[in-house]
């Protein structure tokens, strides 16, 4: 059975500090990747997607960088957090390959609570 | 560009009560519509997906149809329970990788 797992499971960070969130998949080869941001209390939105190893396409930036190492290992980055950053940070997975209605959803992990001070 | 509009603000009904959460959507792509589901602390999860036009999709007693004249695609229950109470998002994908929520719908039930 596929797995996903985030890593940290909460964060507090300061104003300008670095700032990497991880996500692994076991189980399923070549998904497709995602990372969302969900502020407090608000909607998902969908923030980078990634097909294969090295290929990251950005949907909303928000001062945040997302790269793909392996092809099980989603990461999000950035080198200097806002007070905006702060919020839950979910990444997800779908199959690829088949027909387009027959894989089209997207599984979540738990996510990643990140407070900014 | 795309988007999805849903009820706004929170529900409350009581056990045994019927709900509809409204949910419209702007696309002028091919959508694929969700329902999905979470509750506090946790990733959502799927609830039912419908992929054609003028089709229904159900699970747990929820049920949805994808209306293309009407661009909707309400959720509805006959009879909710206490443990239907968590956020609900209607969701559009118009490619194959970008998934668009509407603002989500926080339901309780009181018993």
């Known amino acids: 059975a596929q797995t996903i797992h985030q890593w940290p499971v909460a964060e507090i960070k300061a104003v300008g500090s670095p700032l990497s969130l991880g996500c692994t998949i076991k189980?399923?080869?070549?998904?497709?990747l995602y990372w969302y941001w969900q502020a407090t209390g608000g909607t998902l939105q969908q923030l980078f997607y990634s097909i294969t190893v090295g290929q990251v396409e950005s949907v909303v930036q928000l001062n945040l960088s997302a790269s793909r190492p392996k092809d099980d290992q989603f990461i999000l980055s950035t080198e200097k957090l806002l007070l905006s950053h702060s919020g839950f940070y979910l990444c997800?997975?779908?199959?690829?390959?088949?027909?387009?209605?027959?894989?089209?959803?997207?599984?979540f992990g738990p996510g990643t609570r990140l407070t900014v001070l | 560009g795309d988007s999805v509009t849903q009820t706004e603000g929170p529900v409350t009904l009581s056990e045994g009560t019927s709900l509809t959460v409204n949910c419209s959507y702007e696309t002028k792509q091919y959508p694929t519509l969700f329902w999905y589901v979470q509750y506090p602390g946790e990733g959502p999860q799927l609830l039912f997906k419908v992929p054609k036009a003028n089709e229904k999709g159900s699970n747990r007693g929820f049920e949805a149809t994808y209306n293309k004249e009407a661009t909707s695609f309400h959720l509805q229950k006959a009879s909710v329970q206490e443990s239907d109470s968590a956020v609900y998002y209607c969701?559009?994908?118009?490619?194959?990788?970008?998934?668009?929520f509407g603002s989500g719908t926080k339901l309780t039930v009181e018993p």
């Open positions: 969701a559009l994908m118009s490619n194959y990788n970008v998934l668009y």
């Open positions: 997800a997975w779908r199959l690829t390959g088949g027909a387009r209605d027959n894989y089209a959803e997207q599984f």
């Open positions: 189980g399923k080869s070549s998904p497709n």
